[in-house]
């Protein structure tokens, strides 16, 4: 039964992560490529990480296991967030069939400030 639980978790881990990997090809700009990867991969690395917790069944490996998952779920997105925040300071363009930036009204190009209200 194990056998069947660790290979159901690092097959969906391995697909999750090689959908992150086409949709770096695959998107049109950094903001989505950052999305797509940052989405799936924290998916997938924390199904193949928890294929690991059960193919070993020690207290020592698992809790290990669950400590990096934790942070790459508390990391992830950090990371991306910030990245995304860079690339939109320094001017990375949207793609060119973007319907929406939503901070264009709130980002201050002169001090680099985000306000919550509208311009």
Same mark, same amino acid.
Do not use: C
């Given at each position: 039964m194990n056998e069947i639980i660790i290979l159901l978790l690092?097959?969906?881990?391995?697909?999750?992560?090689?959908?992150?990997?086409?949709?770096?090809?695959?998107?049109?700009?950094? +903001?989505?490529?950052?999305?797509?990867?940052?989405k799936a991969a924290t998916l997938g690395i924390?199904? *193949? #990480?928890?294929? $690991?917790? !059960? +193919?070993f069944q020690e207290t020592s490996v698992s809790t290990r296991i669950l400590?990096?998952?934790?942070? *790459? #779920?508390?990391? $992830?997105? !950090?990371?991306?967030?910030?990245?995304?925040?860079?690339?939109y300071i320094t001017g990375v363009p949207l793609w060119k069939k973007s319907v929406l930036d939503e901070l264009k009204r709130k980002y201050k190009k002169t001090d680099h400030s985000l306000s919550s209200k509208e311009d």
């Amino acid at each position: 039964m194990n056998e069947i639980i660790i290979l159901l978790l690092m097959s969906l881990g391995s697909l999750f992560v090689l959908l992150a990997a086409i949709g770096l090809v695959r998107m049109p700009d950094l +903001y989505l490529r950052i999305s797509v990867t940052t989405k799936a991969a924290t998916l997938g690395i924390g199904l *193949i #990480l928890a294929s $690991a917790a !059960v +193919y070993f069944q020690e207290t020592s490996v698992s809790t290990r296991i669950l400590a990096i998952i934790f942070f *790459i #779920l508390l990391t $992830a997105p !950090v990371g991306a967030h910030l990245l995304g925040r860079a690339s939109y300071i320094t001017g990375v363009p949207l793609w060119k069939k973007s319907v929406l930036d939503e901070l264009k009204r709130k980002y201050k190009k002169t001090d680099h400030s985000l306000s919550s209200k509208e311009d």
